[in-house]
Structure formats: C-alpha cells, structure tokens
C-alpha cells in the first residue's frame, strides 16, 4: 500500500443539487470523479454530471480504483500537476 499523501480539496456536499464530482478544486476549476464499482450502472449519469462540468468550465480528471491504489504517486503528482 502506498504511503498516504494528501492535496486537500473540497468533497462534494449536499449544498450542491447535483453532485458535482468526487473531489472538486473551485478556485483551480479542477474536478476529480473516482470511478467505483458501481460506475457502469451510472454511465449516462456520469457522462450527464462531466458535461456540465465541462459546460462550467472545469477541467476533469477521472480515477478507477485499480488507478488509485496502484499509481497513487503518480495520480498526485497529475493533481498537484493541475493546481
């Protein structure tokens, strides 16, 4: 298991009608969507919530969980990359 490293972010809270994403950067216009097990039965949803990202003028990044725990470095450096 990779060592843990953070780069705080805001989650998505329930202030939001829609969620916006998994982890969002408001300042840096910077969205981040996990893709989890369940994201096959949420396709048409997730591609829904990644246009209006898109049409708000963030920039996304999307993660599977094989992503997250077997290039965690790298996923950080990407993020800190886009801040």
Known sequence: ????QEVPARRSGRRHRHRPASLFYPRARLAIEYDGENHRDRLAEDNRR????HR????????????VYGRADEILAEVRGQL
């Not at 298991?1 to 843990?4: A, D, G, I, Q």
């Not at 990644?50 to 990202?53: E, I, P, S, V």
């Open 50 to 53: 990644q246009n209006r990202l």
């Open 56 to 67: 708000a003028g963030y920039r996304l990044l999307r993660y599977t969980a094989s992503d």
């Open 1 to 4: 298991m990779p060592r843990r």
